[in-house]
T-cell receptor
Framework: DVVMTQSPLSLPVTLGQPASISCRSS???????????LNWFHQRPGQSPRRLIY???NRDSGVPDRFSGSGSGTDFTLKISRVEAEDVGLYYC?????????FGQGTKVEIK | EVQLVESGGGLVQPGGSLRLSCAAS????????MSWVRQAPGKGLEWVAI??????????VDSVKGRFTISRDNAQNSLSLQMNSLRAEDTAFYYC????FGSGDYWGQGTPVTVSS
């Protein structure tokens, strides 16, 4: 299975400051169609995950533009330009090219 | 509005069976791959099973192969997961997820499954 490795696993941040989460895959996530199937999800306590970013850098509808995704091949990053209180929770990267689709371990974002 | 509503979770003894259901609305159900994702208490996410629009392609994570069966009824806009020979390690919240181009774009609220004697 493709292993997705996130860092850090815990990220205390100050409101209004930037935050960055790294995700590395054990295999390339570039499919034969040329697309890269790397996604980011956010899960608040007691809620189901919500997708933020698909295909590395495309924001889902309703996702604030302070969230951005980047990367290629096996190395990817999720950035929050200015953290707000509602951004706390767990963030997961996920690959959707090799079955079984797999998630990273999760990064817990909390306010300092 | 896309809605996915799971049901059927509960407490079951090891070795027992349970059938989860997912009622879909707000989109053309028969046009989408559908899947189940689970999350054990305090743990991460695991993609359990996925199937294509017509049911001719089904894939399972190794840990459930031979025990779980994913199925769908396009006429009823419903997805199911038949879980047999349940183990303690199957205890988790189970989410119905619409699969789309290497991702899960819509998730239900989940249904809890507890396997314990």
């Amino acid at each position: 299975d493709v292993v997705m490795t996130q860092s850090p696993l815990s990220l205390p941040v100050t409101l209004g400051q930037p935050a960055s989460i790294s995700c590395r895959s054990s295999q390339s996530l570039v499919k034969s169609d040329g697309n890269t199937y790397l996604n980011w999800f956010h899960q608040r306590p007691g809620q189901s995950p919500r997708r933020l970013i698909y295909e590395v850098s495309n924001r889902d509808s309703g996702v604030p533009d302070r969230f951005s995704g980047s990367g290629s091949g096996t190395d990817f990053t999720l950035k929050i330009s200015r953290v707000e209180a509602e951004d706390v929770g767990l963030y997961y990267c996920m690959q959707g090219i090799h079955w079984p689709w797999t998630f990273g371990q999760g990064t817990k974002v909390e306010i300092k | 509005e896309v809605q996915l509503v799971e049901s059927g979770g509960g407490l079951v003894q090891p070795g027992g069976s349970l059938r989860l259901s997912c009622a879909a609305s707000g989109f053309i159900f028969s046009s989408h791959w559908m899947s189940w994702v689970r999350q054990a208490p305090g743990k991460g996410l695991e993609w359990v099973a996925i199937m294509n629009q017509g049911g001719s392609e089904k894939y399972y994570v190794d840990s459930v192969k031979g025990r779980f069966t994913i199925s769908r009824d396009n006429a009823q806009n419903s997805l199911s997961l038949q879980m047999n020979s349940l183990r303690a390690e199957d205890t988790a919240f189970y989410y119905c997820v619409r699969a789309y181009f290497g991702s899960g774009d819509y998730w239900g609220q989940g249904t809890p499954v507890t396997v314990s004697s």
